[in-house]
């Protein structure tokens, strides 16, 4: 058993990355965000997640002088990875990759949608906007992890020990059993090092059993 | 588990910037309280039960859903709606797959690059709606309203965009109709007012019993049904068809013909199948009708042909006689026969004098029975006009005429909708415009770019196919107070259709929606593409609008049922993503419109009106069923012969009306959504058959067809005691007005006017009946038809289960290997992955091919499955397999209709098998738009076909 701070110090980590792939994958950058990763320091690769983030970091750093046209660059690779016009070749959602249909809202979803009812959650917009979008499941991890920490601060270990549960389960078990699939169809869709660097993560987090 | 601190501890800090994006909280998640979760908890899993119309084909079938955890779990057919009497087929089982597919249009996207790259950029709906709104605005005030073109590509549902844009101030309204079977439905529409002429085979029918009640009644009364090039078995618009063709057989004995050039899947249940050439639809007719006036005997039973009482129930009988007879002294150039012999008939037909004269015959003999013609004749020809007159005549001179088993018209009948939320008022507002330096005044409807242009003024129906002339050169005003106007067409808003790939050529749509002018902006300066599909016509728009796919809006059934049936298309789930219904698009665009200054559109015709789409929906059942208490039996005997009928079938039935004398209408209480909901989702009205006569006597009841004088007219403008009448008699009068100025369309075929009766003319591109193009027959020597394959319309082509099954010799397993991501169930295992990237091995898929006989293509050297090239006169051509078959005439060449060639990637498996499936649009003429209404001649081409 991990050291109490040592893990809280764990999820603060994860907390980080999946609000960083929360943006990236939920919407087009924001010209703020960007400015943010051109803050951070490019490190020694040790793994494919210090890959991904290099990926991002660099390129972005490399558009410095054109953060308007390159802002308008990534929105147009946006929409084409994840959402068309034409077929978009990296489908954002669980079901697409889990379901013998290959639809969207299928019984994978409404399975992650009782997983977030367990948590007391449901999606903002219920019933239009599909519950197993990477960018909602992210913000589901991002939150639980955060309550996690909440909770271990406070004292309540034994919630925090049932949320810790419910993050693992939702990670290794749900996850897992897509998003290595939805980061190669990134990887090998895109000449873009930001999206390609934030699809690295993901299989980073995944094949590591999270970092 | 070890912990890696490296990135907490470099990144932390800058991260932590980003992390504060998220000051607002959760962006996508919401915290239920504990009453919210377990309400939810409660109403997970369970099962409401809605009723809808179909959208995934245009039969519109009436559909059963389940709804679970708010999406479709289960679909069935409505078994309370006789169009499809509780039967789902393949393709409407198959909802699920359009609505939940991945690859549905989502987010509202601004184009980026230049038309037709694809490249597009995702916006909000507010942004979208203001570069539409501003450049509309701008449109009108540099050109005038009238420079819009609102095409709703599919008819269904699109009520809402007519209605703002005829607010806006252009009555350039239109829907694929225009360009679908506009020939066929020519005659029905010139002599009794109707359209589509159907068999009485639509079972159940609610039939009023002696005794006063109603019954759901089955028997099926059709003795014989002729199909010519109608192909209900495959091109299912009216669902009926198929199980009562074979249910009138089975339980009847009915006989059924087909006359198809190609074998087609109704030809499989027919008793006889005759083959003709192209393009002949109208000699055969023709042939029939001069068999059955030259022989009947009224006192020989088996030449009893004529049922002569139709002369009491109809007009202008002798003058029709007298101009078809006409011809008969007359010898046809082509082959110096005297026209509609049966000699004459064999010749340009290819069938056998014997098979016509048996057919006449039949025909002629056995009652009840009803010769029906469709799209995949008439429909596709130049000349397709005479043949629907003809046809409409043979149906009214045998006595088959909305009889029991005869034939019926569905336009006539069909309940009425729409009403005022149609928006048709707003064609009368008054416009004024500057010509030739002078103000003239008009109202908005007298600029519409067919009815009043130079070209084609009876087009009733608009012509689409034409579009792409106007967007280069504009429109010319030549009939109406506006004559001498002209107006370039500036937008272009094309709402689920595609027309860029089936709105006649597609090299020519793309010409002129690429088209620019000296400053190097495009002619063409608004293009909006609004569908739930991403097809062809999406890739070279400005603007890209997700609508809410049929299961997510609220509307009516578009059908042609025997007698008043109308349901409810409810909206059984929420729209998905962002996609929004018709009446919210409606809305924000009228108050965008507003905003910016357009004082023709206002709020309370719009979004103070309409605060629901449920709102809109009811205002258009206010006028339903809206049709006249007539035939026998009378449908509601309590109320007075003639008067129109308002009102649910509950208060028409319980006498909770008022009956208005004065204006001879009877009044119940109003058809509402609510009350459809409460009623399996449809209301049914009685049928009733002879609806042209009194219910007690054999006299006109004078309200019934829908024509000038509410009889069969036979001629088509006349004058009568200082009256004028006819179908005709509108047009010609604008021709009169503009000093006899003939359109376009008329000088093409020689006409001075629209005729007063019967007429006749060539059709194009046909070597065998127009002497202008015998010279191409020997280079050219294969007539090139075409037809729908049911499941392989754009919107099903997205469903691969669907495409794959082989149809007809259009649509055959003869691909490429090749790969694609298709539904298909996979192993379970730790990699559920592997098994989505499909490789389809050669020849296990269907795909669109070009179906030609067994023995033409051995005299070529061709055999099964060789890549062909099919070139045309024009130089065009098109790329294809060889399906080889003796289902099919000598010389004909048929290719399934954009069935190939889909440039479009949202297609799926159809996308990648583009480079060598055929588009037969691509051999249309464009030039060949037919006289009178200016649709495309879709199967008046000759090719020749080579071995690549």
């Known amino acids: 058993m991990l050291m109490e701070s040592t893990m809280i110090e764990k999820l603060r980590e994860e907390r980080y990355i999946f609000n960083l792939l929360k943006h990236i994958f939920w919407a087009e950058p924001a010209k703020e965000f960007l400015r943010d990763i051109q803050n951070v320091d490019i490190i020694p690769e040790e793994d494919e997640i210090d890959r991904g983030l290099n990926l991002i970091i660099e390129t972005v750093k490399s558009n410095n002088s054109r953060l308007d046209e390159y802002l308008n660059d990534l929105s147009l690779e946006f929409a084409r990875l994840f959402i068309g016009p034409k077929n978009p070749p990296a489908i954002p959602y669980a079901s697409f990759y889990l379901s013998e249909s290959k639809t969207i809202m299928s019984d994978v979803t409404i399975d992650v949608r009782k997983m977030y009812l367990d948590a007391g959650m449901a999606v903002q917009n219920l019933y239009s906007i599909p519950d197993d979008h990477i960018g909602i499941e992210l913000e589901f991890l991002q939150y639980l992890t955060e309550k996690t920490i909440d909770l271990f601060e406070h004292g309540q270990r034994e919630d925090a020990s049932r949320l810790y549960e419910m993050r693992e389960d939702f990670l290794n078990d749900h996850m897992a059993s897509w998003i290595p699939f939805f980061a190669d169809k990134v990887i090998e869709s895109t000449q873009d090092d930001f999206y390609k660097g934030a699809a690295f993560i993901l299989k980073g987090i995944i094949k590591n059993g999270h970092f | 588990m070890q912990v890696s601190r490296r990135v907490f501890l470099r990144y932390a800090a800058a991260l ?201 009644d089955y028997t099926y009364k059709s003795k014989l049904i002729v199909y010519n090039g109608w192909n209900p078995f495959v091109a299912t618009r009216i669902f009926y068809e198929s199980r009562g063709t074979v249910g009138a057989k089975v339980e009847n004995g009915c006989k059924v013909v087909v006359i198809d050039p190609s074998y087609s899947n109704t030809a499989t249940a027919a008793d006889m199948w005759l083959a003709p050439r192209a393009g002949t639809d109208g000699d055969l007719f023709g042939a029939m009708l ?353 008067y129109k009928l308002i009102g649910t079938p509950e208060s028409l039935e319980k006498g909770e009306v008022t009956v208005d004398d004065r204006n001879k209408v009877v009044k119940g209480k109003p058809v509402t959504v609510e009350w459809l ?56 009068e604008k021709i009169e007005k503009a000093g006899g100025e003939v359109p376009l369309g008329l000088r093409e075929i020689g006409f001075s006017k629209f005729p007063s009766t019967f007429f006749w003319f060539e059709t194009k591109w046909n070597p065998y009946t127009n002497p202008e193009y015998k010279k191409y027959a020997k280079d050219y020597p294969f007539q090139l038809i075409c037809g729908r394959v049911h499941h392989a319309m754009s919107g099903t082509q997205m469903i691969p289960w669907l495409g794959e099954i082989k149809t007809e010799g259009t649509w055959q397993p003869m691909n490429n290997e090749f790969e694609a991501e298709v539904p298909e169930a996979m192993p379970m295992g730790d990699e559920p992955m592997k098994a989505m990237k499909m490789k389809f091995k050669a020849n296990t898929y269907a795909v669109g091919t070009i179906w030609m006989n067994t023995d033409d293509a051995k005299k070529a050297g061709i055999k099964n499955g060789d890549l062909v090239v099919v070139e045309n006169p024009l130089g065009k051509s098109t790329k294809g397999k060889v399906f080889a078959s003796g289902g099919i005439r000598p010389g004909i060449i048929k290719i399934g209709f954009a069935t190939g060639g889909r440039f479009s990637e949202g297609l799926g498996p159809a996308y990648k098998t583009k480079d060598y499936t055929p588009s037969h649009n691509d051999l249309v003429d464009p030039d060949v738009l037919s006289p009178i209404m200016g649709f495309p001649g879709y199967a008046d081409m000759i090719v020749k076909v080579k071995k690549v």
């Open chain 2, 290 to 642: 001069r068999y059955i006036l030259e022989n009947d005997n009224q006192n020989d039973p088996n030449k009893k042909y004529i049922n002569w009482s139709f002369k009491k129930y109809s007009t202008g009988w002798e003058d029709f006689d007298a101009a078809f007879k006409s011809w008969w002294g007359k010898k046809d150039p082509i082959n110096g026969l005297s026209y509609f012999s049966l000699d004459w008939a064999a010749d340009r037909t290819g069938l056998s004098k014997k098979q016509i004269e048996d057919l006449a015959h039949l025909f002629g003999i056995t009652k009840p029975a009803a010769l029906v013609w469709g799209m995949q004749s008439p429909g596709h020809h130049y000349n397709g006009y005479c043949a629907s007159i003809i046809g409409v005549a043979l149906n009214v001179i045998t006595g088959n005429f909305d009889i029991p088993g005869g034939v019926i018209d569905t336009e006539l009948v069909k309940s009425d909708k729409g009403g005022s939320a149609t928006g048709k008022q707003f064609k009368s507002k008054k416009v004024k415009r500057m010509i030739d330096g002078k103000e003239v005044e008009g109202e908005v409807e007298h600029f519409h770019m067919d009815l009043f242009g130079s070209k084609y003024p009876a087009a009733w129906d608009d012509a689409v196919a034409d579009y792409p002339n106007a967007f280069m050169e504009g429109v010319d005003v030549r009939y109406g107070p506006f004559r001498g106007y002209h107006y370039p067409i500036k937008a272009y808003i094309l709402r689920t259709g595609n027309s860029i790939l089936t709105g006649s050529a597609p090299y020519k749509w793309k010409d002129a929606i690429l088209a620019k002018d000296a400053s190097g902006n495009y002619k063409l300066e608004l293009y909006v593409f609004i569908d739930s599909l991403n097809l062809e016509s999406a890739l070279y728009a400005d603007v890209i609008l997700p609508e809410a796919s049929y299961a997510e809006r609220q509307s009516l059934s578009d059908i042609y049922p025997s007698h008043q049936v109308i349901y409810n298309r409810d909206a059984v789930i929420k729209p998905l993503h962002e996609s929004k219904k018709p009446t919210e698009i409606m809305n924000m665009l009228a108050r965008k419109l507003h905003e910016l200054g357009d004082s023709d559109i206002k709020g309370s015709d719009f979004w103070e009106k309409y605060k629901t789409e449920e709102d809109f929906v009811n205002e258009m059942l206010a006028p339903a069923p809206g049709r006249v208490n007539v035939g026998t039996p009378l449908p509601y005997p309590q109320y007075p012969e003639g």
């Open chain 2, 677 to 732: 909901r409460n009623n399996h989702g449809v209301a049914i009205w009685p049928m009733s058959w002879y609806r042209y006569k009194k219910h007690n006597a054999d006299e006109p009841n004078k309200a019934f067809p829908n024509t000038s004088t509410k009889l069969i007219e036979f001629k088509f403008d006349w004058a009568d005691g200082g009256k004028r009448y006819g179908g005709y008699k509108s047009y010609n």
């Open chain 2, 16 to 216: 932590g910037g980003v992390a504060a994006l998220n000051k607002s909280g959760l962006m996508t998640l919401k915290n239920l309280s504990p009453s919210e979760a377990e309400a939810m908890q409660t109403s997970m899993g369970k099962y409401e039960v809605k009723y809808t119309a179909d959208a995934m084909c245009p039969a519109e079938c009436g559909m059963e859903m389940w709804i679970k955890d708010g999406k479709i779990a289960k679909i069935y057919g409505n078994k309370a709606v006789p169009m499809n009497d509780g039967i789902a087929c393949a393709k409407g089982a198959s909802g699920q797959q359009l609505v939940y597919s991945p690859y549905r249009l989502k987010y509202p996207m601004i184009r980026v690059g230049e038309r037709g790259s694809g490249k597009f950029k995702r916006v909000t709906w507010d942004e979208a709606i203001d570069h539409i709104g501003k450049k509309l605005a701008d449109i009108k005030k540099k050109y005038g309203a009238e420079s819009a073109i609102m095409d709703c590509g599919d008819v269904t549902d699109r009520d809402h965009y007519y209605r703002l844009f005829f607010a806006y101030g252009t009555p350039n309204c239109t829907e694929h109709g225009s360009i679908c079977d506009t020939p066929r439905r020519h005659g029905p529409k010139l002599m009794v007012g109707g359209k589509r002429w159907e068999p009485d085979i639509m079972r159940p029918q609610l039939v009023r019993q002696p005794d006063g009640s109603l019954k759901k």
